[in-house]
């Protein structure tokens, strides 16, 4: 992604605010009753139901399509993207811009992603959507596009510095606190509307009950259901208070796997008992709070559906579990259906249309839109699919996009960009947050924390996987830059996520010139190179504190160090946490929201949920 120092834009002019008759008369032009002042409208201004199966009722079929599709598309502005983008999008996509993609297909939604090129800083993101919003209500019976992203925040987030990054999901699950879930719904859903973002993909509802989970882990707030619902349903309050749908994701629960859905088809062999008190319990909360909208995951539950089909596309589990046991009705989007989770059983023209018929309303991000789009057009025009079935999901998108204020005022200012992105206040609320987090696992004779007087020469070595968005840099460097600002002396080796032995020798070298080691370790396995580096440097003698800077079951792999903290994750704010916590400026407060197994004995736990130790 593009750092905001290089290729910036100007800054978007300030857009008029036009009043809400004035959007759903120039986008709907079928609201004569508008024009006579005889609309009805809900109690808080809001149009009703009536008022909006009359704009569904003006649309054309292509148009109601296009309505539920939520689509990527590159470039950092909506009209006039680098021609890298241009070429991605013709490629992909078969428009140019934004604009084209939106005068053709007439997507409801467009998804934001930092390597599409469309994040590059907050006022460039205003100026984006604003952008995507003028070129839909130019069309003939024009709407707002519901713009979204992944902003789980921790190791998943699309928007980043000089934006606010907050600690993520199981680092929240360590601080234990419902209040500072809260918080980062509020302050990180005021940053995204204020850029134009006005449904957010978090918070991760999954309960991760295994380690070997490859694609949820640290994104999901812990192991324990009812911890989890709770931390679910306070952040979702928090989102939504800001004017933002949350998004709980992966039901049916995506927490017990050890398949990635992006490249293959994972089982959930839970029976329905199990279910019910384990992945169930935090969407449960998520419904209760009052969620707007719940992802479905590509996985096949057998106890639930039988029939071998993934989630996405099973009316069992979408309409028979979802919608009439749980008394959901929201909005049902599901996962990007370009992941192999949903394409392993049916084609690309089938895919969108089995998951309108579970009882999905919107379409996220199919890896070919005109197939996708065409097939639920002529599944429509073929009787497969009935118009009043895309008419009933579309009535729920205009639903929300009406409830966030996109009818009304669908537009974003520069001023409110700079009242609200990455101000100094939400800043410090994500220091005081990342803070509560830093879990203390091993503390061998106090070694911890370090004194600045007899420990002042630090080595900080270890992985660097590519940085979250828009962050400092490599974690090494962070944590070296951080110990540097707080009065050690400390530099930074970076080792990677599998050091070779002649990185290990030079790692071992530079150990000797210093009084105390950070490492900081990602993923590590029985036979991972990591574990050998980390070995090879607590037999210099040299005391090594350890950083998971991913998932807190490194531990157990690294019985040898003399102290080992768990962070959680690789962003800045809670890399620098964790230097606090080393040099004493602030006391270990996390628990473990997960169980670490012994190494040689997974039967037995090594770390219980709720373990942490404090000075």
């Known amino acids: 992604m593009r750092d905001s120092s ?8 300030r857009p008029l605010r036009p009043s809400r008759r004035t959007v759903l008369a120039a986008s709907a032009g079928v609201s004569a009753a508008l024009a006579a002042g005889t609309s009805s409208y809900a109690a808080d201004g809001r149009p009703d139901d009536k008022e909006l199966r009359a704009l569904i009722s003006g649309m054309t079929l292509e148009e109601k399509v296009g309505q539920l599709f939520v689509m990527r598309v590159y470039g950092h502005s909506a009209t006039a993207p680098d021609q890298a ?43 984006l959507s604003n952008g995507i919003q003028k070129a839909s209500l130019e069309q003939p019976r024009g709407l707002p596009v519901l713009v979204s992203t992944d902003q789980e925040h921790g190791i998943v987030a699309r928007v980043g510095k000089p934006a606010t990054l907050f600690p993520g999901a199981m680092a929240l699950g360590a601080g234990g606190s419902r209040a500072d879930a809260r918080t980062v719904g509020r302050i990180g859903g005021a940053e995204l509307r204020a850029i134009g973002i006005r449904q957010d993909y978090s918070p991760v509802a999954d309960v991760n009950v295994n380690p070997a989970n490859p694609v949820i882990g640290v994104r999901s707030f812990g192991a324990d259901p009812d911890a989890v619902a709770g931390l679910v349903a306070a952040e979702v309050k928090g989102y939504q208070s800001s004017g933002v749908a949350a998004t709980a994701k992966h039901f049916p629960g995506h927490g017990d796997t050890a398949v990635d859905s992006h490249f293959g088809f994972p089982v959930i062999t839970h029976s329905r008992e199990v279910w019910e008190g384990l992945d169930a319990v935090p969407f449960r909360a998520a419904i209760r709070a009052g969620i707007d909208s719940i992802m479905t995951a590509h996985i096949m539950v057998p106890a639930l559906d039988p029939a071998g089909d993934p989630a996405t596309l ?35 023209d089938r895919v969108p249309v089995l998951a309108l018929k579970a009882g999905v309303d919107q379409l996220l991000n199919p890896p070919n839109l005109d197939v996708a789009w065409n097939a639920v057009l002529n599944a429509v025009r073929g009787g497969e699919l009935t118009e009043s079935r895309l008419d009933e ?86 944590l070296a830059a951080a110990l540097t600002e707080l009065g050690f002396t400390a530099t930074a ?11 290990i020798a030079k790692a071992v070298a530079a150990a000797g010139d210093a009084e105390a ?13 990591q574990k050998t580096l980390v070995e090879r440097l607590v ?46 400026m602030v006391g270990p407060r996390g628990r473990l929201p997960v169980p670490v197994q012994r190494a040689d004995d997974p039967a037995q736990v090594l770390y219980p949920i709720g373990y942490g130790l404090t000075y």
């Open 6 to 13: 290089t290729g910036s834009t100007a800054r978007p002019s």
């Open 85 to 127: 983008d241009i070429d991605a999008n013709l490629k992909e996509i078969g428009v140019r811009t934004a604009a084209e993609l939106i005068a053709k297909y007439r997507v409801g939604g467009i998804i934001y992603f930092a390597w599409a090129h469309n994040t590059r800083d907050p006022h460039q993101i205003a100026a």
């Open 314 to 348: 099973s009316h069992p589990i979408l309409t028979g579990i979802l919608r009439e046991e749980l008394g959901y009705d929201g909005l049902v989007v599901t996962d990007a259906l370009g992941m192999q989770g949903v394409r392993t059983k049916y084609g690309d």
């Open 393 to 478: 999901s579309i009535l729920r998108v205009l639903r929300l996009k009406s409830k966030l204020g996109l009818l009304s005022d669908p537009y974003v200012t520069d001023g409110g960009v700079d009242r609200t992105a990455g101000t100094p206040a939400h800043l410090r609320a994500a220091d005081r947050i990342a803070e509560r987090t830093t879990t203390l696992l091993v503390n061998k004779e106090r070694l911890l924390p370090l004194s600045r007087r007899r420990t002042p020469k630090v080595l900080v070595v270890g992985a660097d996987p590519a940085s979250p968005s828009l962050s400092d840099g490599p974690p090494t460097t962070v």
């Open 493 to 503: 080796l970076s080792t990677g996520t599998a050091p070779s032995a002649a990185t």
């Open 517 to 529: 080691v950070v490492v900081g370790t990602y993923n590590v396995t029985a036979t991972s190179s």
């Open 539 to 584: 037999a210099t003698g040299v005391p090594v504190i350890a950083v998971a800077i991913r998932n807190p079951y490194d531990v157990a792999q690294l019985p040898g160090v003399g102290a080992y903290l768990a962070s959680y994750s690789w962003t800045d704010v809670e890399l620098r946490a964790a230097a606090r916590v080393i040099a004493g």
